[in-house]
């Protein structure tokens, strides 16, 4: 493909570099080290993108003579064997600004590059135009991988911050695959075609359907990784000690007890061992570069002094993945934190990903590829769950959890630091992962809490995905845990609202994270919430109605069948129940019937269950008609489980038909609960497809909103907080704020201010009677319990008198900031606030006004952009709700006002990301209408680049 004018670099009258623009090395003061970034291929492995300088010559020259004749043809429209020293200089001299080059670099050897020239409407070169010229070369071993396209998108958010908005380029029809990846890239496009060349033209303002791609090879690349993690050929273990007891050792005995059982080749490594050693039958190598095969993954447990050498020697093998049990990384410190990073650079740069370091290690029950490259003694049995937690300690309980209940995975990673596979990368795998039906996490800390919302509601549309949130109320991190300085103070009601609105259910415990997946992985989603209890213990049964109440669901009157009951009341009762149109869900409730041997004294030494229950004790009848009313549920599509006492046989029967049971009723109903709202949530999202939208607003003024922005942003108060710590986040003054949010038809009623009493007399009569006197100091802003608000002012006597009042009460009317607005009408104090949280987004907010709200946290929350379903539940989830709706038969006020206002605000931060935070309290909302009383604006400038750019592994 050719990437300038002229097919012949040695013809191209351009200069080699534009005039007057300094060329620098990666230590230069003009080298963009934004722009370097580790990204993944289409088929898992890792490379790194970044620019070309002076010093990439003989790099240049070596991957030029990799390349075929035909890609040359292709690049040159013309036989092009080998490069001048001009065209060396000139490939590898760039300004960074008009004329930029990026490489993708594999073991330190290029394997692609592009460039791009400025050109003007003329084609010509120039250092004011807005189109460029673009062109590719990848060499013909990594064609195929996705190289171009990754390329695509990381040249083109280079010139669009250059401020180059168009590409052009030059295809020979028979080059298809560079065709392709331009018309797959869903940016704008014009093509043509004379002089036998095709002319492509594409915007750079990224498109839903640039985006989308985007996504989507993301999806693709992230869970090929996890997968070629999962499925090895091959595994080595390095550090395999002749010491029964270490680590290394444990790891190896392990992987032979079902991977090499698999009839695949498991290695054994360790510099010093002795020629001729083995170790469980097999021969240690002193080196991975010793093995006489492939090595598709590497299970290091060397001390971390060592580590460095082992990748190395790992990446000129060719190792493909690295689990990195080794401790002594960031959890450490500062400098464990540096090893960690240089850990991780070292391993993408020879197209590894890394689990760890300080891992518990990696697990697939997949028959075909059984692989246990962890620390747990025993491969799990095989199962539904597809596994993740940062923790080896709990990674550890969650094993022993699931198989004393019975229940196998798919896959489990537990991986430690997580300095570079996360848990985003094992939800892209379990999306695309037949064996995995429901994905459990355990996390503690988000790498990219973004990425996570986004990828975890594309899942939860089809499997559930159950969560425990360590560290729920501290908000700490663990040791070792690296994440950006934006994810690391998330408030944990941006977490709910996180999960909320990607479906993803957050439990407390592990025994409930066990509950909700067991009964959403063995059993049909509940249509609603309507919930019958029937059983042989009247209390048992009333306990369960009340806990189904507790947790907002509809329970009916409990159906108590006595103790006396058999397994064919059971049967009959439980069909009654499944059959009825008015339950979604059943719970059948047992003890052991009267006159069982479970209610006997137990014989010395018989075991005992968990509550003291003897083990053992059953009733083979019940049993019976549950697992006969489980088929029943399944065809009707209503769940079916079993609270029970002293039956602790009973679970064990019962799980061959998929029927969960819980030793107490609270645990069954709080399964139960999580999983009707999670149904809630995939019927919502189902409908929300259809009809959910964001609506066309009248009197927005975009390119308006814009000016002032901009204007705000240029002035010094502005630039001077850009150096202040905790960002460059700026108050704008009221009058601008309410300019601001005009713009976007959000009308705040003015206020004019009174610091003296005649001020105050004459703006009331410019507003109107009746008045409100209040202060705005922001230390009394908001406090009416501090008596800083006068009222329902008809005349100038009473607001003098109120003046007075206030000004000896505050301490003066200037400190008081007192300000006269008109009286708005009657209705129900609430509060609006938009805030862009870093790490997540933008997050707009909903409460009612007041300190009760404020102690209760009766908050709720939405990702923006918002839907008009989405401000519809806002507005209703909060607990004050039923203020809004007509309480105690009170006027129902005007939620479609409140409504559109929510969706304006959104509608705002959404279009302008420089509005840091939108703060809009009180909002009063009346019968009819409502009245902003009081707003707050905090802008701040753009980062230089943002998470929702082109694909990019993290850095931490």
């Given amino acids: 493909m050719d990437d300038s004018a002229a097919p012949n670099p040695e013809q191209d009258p351009r200069p080699a570099r534009t005039a007057g623009r300094p060329e620098h090395g990666p230590d230069g003061p003009d080298y963009p080290q934004h722009w370097e970034a580790d990204v993944l291929l289409r088929d898992g492995g890792t490379a790194r993108i970044r620019p070309i ?41 760039h300004d960074f600004v008009h004329r930029v080059g990026l490489a993708v670099v594999v073991r330190d050897r290029f394997i692609a590059t592009v460039r791009y020239d400025r050109i003007d409407t003329d084609g010509r070169p120039s250092e004011t135009g807005t189109d460029a010229e673009v062109a590719f070369l990848v060499q013909d071993a990594h064609q195929g991988r996705g190289v171009a396209s990754a390329l695509l998108e990381h040249i083109a958010a280079v010139a669009q911050e250059r401020g180059i908005r168009r590409f052009q380029a030059e295809v020979l029809p028979e080059n298809r695959k560079m065709v392709k990846v331009f018309t797959d890239a869903g940016y704008v496009q014009r093509r043509s075609f004379a002089d036998g060349v095709v002319h492509l033209e594409f915007d750079l303002e990224p498109t839903a359907a640039s985006l989308a791609v985007m996504r989507a090879r993301e999806h693709r ?142 697990i697939s029950t997949d028959p075909e590829h059984p692989l246990n490259a962890s620390l747990a003694p025993v491969l799990p049995a ?371 201010p009174a610091p003296d009493e005649e001020s105050a007399a004459r703006a009331a009569a410019s507003l109107g009677y009746p008045v409100a006197l209040k202060a705005t100091a922001p230390h009394l802003r908001h406090r009416p319990d501090l008596g800083s608000v006068r009222l329902d002012l008809t005349g100038e006597a009473g607001l003098r008198h109120a003046h007075r009042e206030l000004d000896e009460l505050l301490g003066g009317a200037a400190q008081a900031a007192l300000v006269v607005q008109r009286l708005a009408p009657r209705g129900v104090d609430t509060v609006i606030g938009a805030t862009v949280d870093p790490a997540v987004g933008a997050i707009l907010s909903f409460g009612l006004a007041g300190a009760p709200a404020e102690l209760l946290g009766d908050v709720a929350h939405r990702l923006v952009p918002a839907t008009d379903q989405d401000v519809a539940s806002l507005v209703r989830e909060v607990r004050a709700a039923p203020l809004l709706f007509g309480w105690r038969g009170a006027e129902a006020v005007d939620t479609d006002a409140l409504e559109e206002l929510l969706l304006r605000v959104s509608r705002l931060v959404d279009d302008l990301p420089e509005v840091a935070s939108v703060d809009l309290e009180p909002v009063v909302v009346a019968p009819h209408g409502l009245a902003i009383l009081g707003a707050r604006v905090r802008i701040a400038p753009l980062p230089v680049r943002s998470d929702l750019g082109p694909r990019a592994m993290s850095t931490l």
């Fill in 382 to 752: 095989r199962g539904a769950f597809g596994v993740f937690c940062q923790s080896g300690a709990i990674g550890v309980a969650l094993l022993e959890a699931g198989h004393r209940r019975g229940l196998g995975v798919s896959s489990f990673a537990s991986v430690g630091n997580r300095s570079d596979v996360s848990g985003n990368d094992f939800l892209q795998y379990w999306a695309e992962d037949p064996a995995t039906e429901v994905v459990l996490l355990y996390l503690e800390s988000f790498g990219n809490p973004r990425k996570f919302t986004r990828i975890a509601r594309r899942l939860a549309q089809a499997k559930p995905v159950v969560v425990v949130k360590g560290a729920r109320h501290t908000g700490s991190l663990p040791p070792g845990h690296a994440v950006p300085a934006t994810a690391s103070g998330l408030r944990d009601a941006t977490v709910d609202a996180l999960f909320e609105q990607a479906g993803v259910t957050r439990v407390e415990t592990i025994t409930e994270l066990y509950d909700t997946g067991d009964l959403l992985a063995h059993q049909p989603l509940p249509p609603g919430d309507r919930v019958a209890v029937v059983g042989n213990s009247d209390s048992l049964g009333l306990l369960t109605h009340d806990a189904c109440l507790s947790a907002g669901l509809r329970p009916r009157t409990p159906v108590d069948l006595t103790t006396a009951a058999t397994g064919e009341n059971f049967r009959i009762a439980l069909d009654t129940a499944l059959t009825d149109p008015g339950v979604d869900a059943v719970i059948a409730v047992a003890i052991p019937p009267l006159g069982s041997q479970s209610w006997g004294p137990r014989p010395p030494g018989r075991p005992t269950g968990p509550d003291g229950a003897e083990l053992g004790s059953d009733d083979p009848e019940i049993a019976a008609a549950l697992l006969a009313a489980g088929e029943r549920a399944r065809a009707a599509g209503k769940p079916l489980l079993l609270a029970h006492l002293a039956l602790t046989d009973l679970p064990g029967r019962l799980r061959p038909g998929g029927i969960p049971a819980y030793p107490a009723p609270e645990r069954a109903v709080r399964a139960l609960a999580h999983a009707v709202h999670y149904a809630d949530w995939r019927r919502r999202m189902t409908a929300a497809e259809e009809t959910a939208r964001v609506p066309e607003l009248d009197r927005i003024d975009e390119a308006g909103a814009r000016v002032l922005v901009d204007a705000a942003l240029s002035t010094r108060a502005a630039v001077a907080a850009r150096t202040q710590p905790g960002g460059a986040r700026v108050t704008l003054p009221d009058a601008e704020a309410a300019a601001l949010l005009a713009r976007y038809g959000i009308d705040v009623s003015p206020t004019l």
């Fill in 53 to 93: 300088t002076p010093a990439d010559a003989a790099r240049l020259v070596e991957f030029y003579e990799q390349v075929s004749d035909q890609s040359k043809y292709f690049r040159f429209f013309a036989p092009y064997p080998r490069l001048s020293d001009k065209d060396v200089r000139r490939f590898t001299h």
């Fill in 221 to 362: 690349a992230e869970a090929r990784s996890v997968q070629r993690l999962l499925t090895p050929r091959s595994v080595a273990v390095i550090g395999a000690s002749r010491t029964p007891q270490t680590v290394g050792r444990a790891l190896l005995r392990d992987l032979l007890t079902g991977f090499a059982a698999a009839d695949r080749p498991v290695y054994a490594v360790n510099r010093n061992a002795p020629p001729g050693t083995e170790l469980d039958g097999l021969p240690v190598h002193r080196s991975v570069l010793d093995i006489p095969g492939p090595v598709d993954l590497a299970v290091i447990a060397v001390p971390a002094s060592a580590v460095p050498e082992v990748v190395a020697e790992c990446g000129a093998h060719g190792v493909q993945g690295l689990v990195v049990v080794t401790a002594g990384y960031a959890e450490t410190g500062p400098e464990g934190r540096d090893r960690q990073r240089a850990l991780v650079g070292q391993a993408r740069a020879a197209g590894m990903r890394v689990i760890g370091p300080n891992a518990f290690g990696l």
